[in-house]
């Protein structure tokens, strides 16, 4: 694996979570009932980014060790690998994600955690199906724009 792989990973992360902290807050927030303030759109950021930066990091690399291997050569295979790729590191930080959310939401982190520690893994089956079907579905989108981009000319 090249050294910019994992670095594109932290990268991405930290650039995704600048955009995607006030999306998520706001969603939270109304997931909740509660009223959202401008001014606390960063809320749970930093916990956002523990999720993002090890998530993405660990995607890039899986799914470059998948295209090296030769398991992304159909379309079938793009989906599978991405959507695997994405799944496995999902689950990995899982607990961030359940920490996020409760930060955002205003909410004690841990301490009050309906199910102790297991608690942190709640909502981990529906959230695995999206995440597999959202990267997977992704891949194939940006594989068919990319060939696009090349028939038409705009890349060589």
Not at 71 to 99: H, K
Not at 116 to 129: E, Q, W
Request: hydrophobic share 40%.
């Amino acid at each position: 694996m090249e050294l910019r792989v994992p670095i594109a990973g932290v990268v991405g992360a930290t650039a995704r979570t600048i955009i995607e902290s006030p999306i998520e807050y706001a969603k939270v927030k109304g997931q909740t009932g509660q009223t959202w303030r401008f001014g606390e759109i960063y809320q749970g950021a930093h916990l956002q980014w523990a999720r993002t930066g090890p998530m993405m990091t660990f995607y890039f690399c899986a799914f470059d060790m998948c295209k090296r291997n030769g398991y992304t050569q159909t379309a079938l295979g793009q989906f599978i690998s991405s959507g695997c790729c994405a799944l496995l590191g999902f689950w990995i930080v899982w607990p961030f994600e359940t920490l996020k959310n409760r930060a955002q939401a205003g909410m004690d982190s841990v301490h009050k955690m309906p199910g102790g520690l297991l608690g942190l893994y709640r909502g981990i089956g529906p959230g695995s199906v999206s995440v597999f079907l959202r990267n997977g579905a992704a891949m194939i989108a940006m594989q068919f724009a990319n060939r696009k981009i090349t028939e038409w000319g705009l890349r060589d």
